[in-house]
């Protein structure tokens, strides 16, 4: 039984195949139009995944959509009603929309479907499965559980903002739900808008900007003390109410009410190229912890309604990997499963798994050793003859390597001369992290390779933090971790004996001066307060990446290595040889390796072509 899942129309669209219930291919449709977060419907998605499983969409059993727009469309509809005559413009404004494309959804979805070669005549059939029921699915059935309690936690679906969940068997239980307008992920974007980052791409940068304010301020009491008692009121089960003379997103075009926010905070809203004050990190810092004492609360109530010992996390929150980081310590579960690409794009591959599971009845096969997500690493390949057709295309240099042995040996040197390069094998992440499919690397020891990444290569913030990949049989002798953490979904501190002492006014320093302070001899996966972003690398499933990382530590002693996404700010990470070619040559990067072939920069042709990049893709 081959079923295909699809999630579009709001942002981060992609398509997943099953076959059998197992995982065969899942892209986000943003990696071949290059357009970031790419709303519109994934075509380019789903044909590649129809093409990775040798299948066309009149032979597939079902077409799975990740949610339901009636529902959603209902949702407005008394959301307007209730608010009125608040937010009259935003009606005018979205009615249009909805009547003339989202209402008729079903239509829609055939004509592009029919578009991709779809016989209506066939009539495959067409699902749509509740937002939240296809987060769900996308946690629990590829977790390596028998039984687990799920927790979903986003901005909004149809009416749900959270959901607590029982998986068994088969079969998932939804067994309390939070609804809209009061969400935990729509209060941690407003605070994304008021401190100047995008919503639904710059949440991951209030994250980061979090450990900069001051734990010992007292402005960090007064700011939580404010949220809890102005903005939003904590229930014992982990449910939260917003008050909605604050906000402005239930009704109207923003996120919130600025001058009310601005009044309660004492300052105004930082626009996107502003400098960053000790204000704002501080605001960030307080709203970070509120967030990890909600996802606590709720993963204990979650505890208390399944009694289960595992817990499976999905929805945009789960990308919060600080939050996670909080919550594995906490040990209100004794197992840990977040859904790599936790997102909406997972929703797509939920949906499917959804369909197959509940609406054909089909039981799961599990592996109890290790998830079915084959570690993301489901996106389309390349071939030997699709990097030479390139090189040939821009008449670029390079060695080519019979022994992959040598060419890890190459690289780990080229790493350890602190050099940057970009490293490209085999099949592509699903989901937003880069985990050694499509990935620029670095050297971890390197005191200056974090500042030249996010100013020479990836041109954004000087304050972003890179991630450690580091060998999985290795991850206790860096971090105070001992588990895996294939994902880059969790954080935890380094070692206590690889810090380097502070000094005493650290916490009050400006953040340039705490960023570039030496925190320990990992110092480009070292944030301000001595955490880490861990990925742990693991030879069954990236033996390309795992080996490179072997080499590096046979040379240097250190089994770990700086990893980012391959691309710049604001564009989709790099898909196919000819963007990370394209990427490589716009950037101040040293070397690029594709497969088994090695392009050094110095040797490359000159760059010809206009680079307009820092127009095409925005600040996100």
Not at 125 to 144: D, G, I, Q, T
Not at 314 to 324: D, E, F, I, K, Y
Not at 461 to 478: G, I, K
Request: net charge neutral.
């Amino acid at each position: 039984m081959t079923i295909l899942g699809i999630s579009a129309f709001y942002h981060d669209s992609a398509a997943a195949l099953i076959e059998d219930g197992r995982i065969v291919a899942a892209a986000q449709e943003e990696r071949f139009t290059r357009k970031k977060h790419d709303p519109g419907f994934p075509s380019n998605a789903v044909k590649f995944c129809l093409e990775y499983g040798g299948t066309t969409l009149n032979q597939l059993d079902a077409i799975v959509f990740y949610d339901k727009p009636l529902l959603k469309f209902e949702r407005l509809l008394e959301t307007y009603y209730t608010f009125a005559p608040r937010g009259l413009a935003s009606f005018l404004t979205a009615m249009p929309v909805w009547m003339k494309d989202k209402l008729f959804l079903k239509r829609l979805i055939r004509e592009e479907l029919e578009k991709l070669g779809y016989d209506p005549k066939k009539k495959v059939k067409l699902l749509f499965p509740e937002h939240h029921l296809s987060h769900s699915a996308s946690a629990y059935y590829p977790s390596p559980f028998e039984k687990s309690a799920i927790l979903t936690i986003d901005g909004v679906g149809e009416w749900a903002t959270a959901s607590i969940g029982l998986g068994e068997g088969r079969q998932i239980t939804i067994l309390k739900e939070l609804h809209f307008p009061h969400s935990l992920g729509l209060l941690y974007s407003a605070f994304t808008y008021f401190l100047g980052f995008k919503v639904n791409s710059g949440e991951y940068k209030l994250m980061g900007l979090a450990p900069y304010g001051d734990p010992q301020s007292p402005d960090i009491a007064r700011y939580v003390s404010i949220i809890k008692d102005k903005l939003i009121d904590c229930k014992e089960d982990g449910s939260v109410w917003l008050n909605q003379d604050y906000f402005d997103y239930a009704t109207g075009l923003r996120m919130v009410h600025e001058k009310k926010w601005e009044e309660l905070f004492g300052f105004p809203k930082r626009n996107p190229e502003d400098e960053l004050l000790p204000i704002h990190c501080n605001l960030g810092l307080a709203i970070q912890y509120v967030t990890e004492d909600i996802v606590i609360t709720m993963a204990k109530e979650a505890r208390r309604l399944t009694g289960s010992e595992n817990l499976v996390l999905a929805g945009g929150v789960a990308l919060n990997c600080v939050a996670n980081g909080k919550l594995q310590k906490s040990e209100v579960f004794r197992n840990l499963f977040i859904q790599p690409a936790a997102g909406d794009a997972g929703g797509a591959l939920g949906a499917a798994l959804a369909a197959y599971h509940i609406y054909y009845e089909k039981e799961r096969i599990i592996d109890y050793q290790q998830d079915a997500m084959s570690g993301s690493y489901l996106g389309p390949t390349f071939s030997d003859l699709d990097v030479e057709l390139m090189a040939k295309r821009y008449k670029a240099t390079y060695k080519r390597f019979d022994d992959f042995c040598l060419l890890s040996e190459e690289v780990a040197r080229i790493l350890a001369s602190e050099n940057v390069v970009g490293w490209v094998q085999g099949r592509m992440e699903f989901g937003p992290r880069a985990l050694g499919g499509r990935s620029i690397l670095g050297d971890p020891r390197s005191a200056e390779m974090q500042k030249k990444l996010n100013l020479k290569i990836k041109y954004r913030e000087s304050f972003r933090p890179f991630a450690p990949s580091v060998l999985a049989e290795d991850c206790a002798e860096y971090f105070e971790y001992d588990g895996i953490s294939p994902y880059m979904l969790l954080v935890h501190p380094v070692v206590k004996n690889r810090r380097k002492p502070l000094p005493d006014n650290y916490d009050s320093l400006p953040l340039r001066d705490k960023l570039y302070h030496l925190r320990s001899d990992l110092p480009s996966i070292t944030h301000i307060d001595f955490s880490a972003r861990i990925q742990t690398v693991h030879r069954d499933t990236n033996p390309r990446y795992w080996q490179l990382i072997d080499s590096f530590k046979k040379l240097t002693g250190y089994g770990v290595i700086v990893n980012t996404s391959f691309n710049v700010r604001g564009e989709p990470i790099v898909c196919t040889p000819n963007d990370a070619y394209r990427c490589f040559m716009r950037t101040e990067m040293d070397y690029l390796v594709i497969g088994n072939y090695l392009f050094n920069k110095v040797e490359q042709p000159e760059w010809k072509e206009k680079d307009n990049w820092k127009e095409e893709f925005v600040l996100d």
